[in-house]
């Protein structure tokens, strides 16, 4: 099992950009792909971004698209989300997943442990 870190996020005003980290360790990340999810107070966990384990296809929620971008580096074995023209909905714990058979329709194996993101109008 691999075992995901999340780190980046904070404070932001609206227009401004985050960038988000997931940290993997154990495992083998190379042959995961791997999501960021959100969810806002009172509303439902919602898939935002994900990324193969090639890193060759990438899927994006149609509320970030043009928006937000993930990579990866599997030398570094890290996942990251770069967010730009934060908006105020963007209010959230972003979590991390990762999913073993490596494709962007995630059904997530492992967790990570969130990290609030939070953009003031």
């Known amino acids: 099992q691999v075992q995901l870190v999340e780190s980046g996020g904070g404070l932001v005003q609206s227009g401004g950009s985050l960038r988000l980290s997931c940290a993997a360790s154990g495992g083998t990340f190379s042959t995961y792909a791997v999501g960021w999810f959100r969810q806002a107070p009172g509303k439902e966990r919602e898939f935002a971004a994900a990324?193969?384990?090639?890193?060759?296809?990438?899927r994006y929620a149609e509320s970030v698209k043009g928006r937000f971008a993930i990579s990866r580096d599997n030398a570094k074995k890290t996942v990251y989300l770069q967010m730009n023209n934060l908006k105020p909905e963007d209010t959230a714990v972003y979590y991390c997943?990762?999913?073993?058979?490596?494709?962007?329709?995630?059904?997530?194996?492992?967790w990570g442990q969130g990290t609030q993101v939070t953009v003031s109008s």
């Open positions: 990324i193969s384990y090639s890193g060759t296809s990438i």
């Open positions: 997943a990762a999913d073993r058979y490596g494709g962007v329709i995630m059904t997530p194996d492992t």
